[in-house]
């Protein structure tokens, strides 16, 4: 079994995202980059969504992906809402 690093262990323990389509790393990575940019401009943080969720081989609604950005960001970027939109996001292809 592979050791998790500390931020994987503690998001896992914090969030419940073991069985989840996400893991702890991405997650935090992609936190990561929204906070960078400052989520100042809602489609610019709508095309990281979208970016990230392709690049894991989902679909993902412009518009649902724009909403998505908004909620996150009015949650202050918090991690249980950011994989619960992307949860409700990603489009089997």
Do not use: W
């Not at 970027?77 to 292809?93: F, T």
């Amino acid at each position: 079994m592979l050791e998790r690093t500390g931020v994987e262990r503690e998001v896992n323990e914090r969030f419940g995202n073991d069985k989840d389509r996400f893991t702890a790393t991405e997650l935090a990575a992609l936190r990561s980059d929204l906070l960078q940019g400052g989520m100042i401009d809602s489609y610019e943080a709508a095309q990281l969504l979208q970016v990230f969720l392709m690049g894991r081989g989902y679909g993902v609604s412009p518009k649902a992906a724009l909403d998505a950005a908004g909620r996150v960001e009015m949650a202050g970027c918090a991690l249980p809402v950011l994989q619960h939109e992307l949860e409700n996001l990603a489009l089997v292809m």
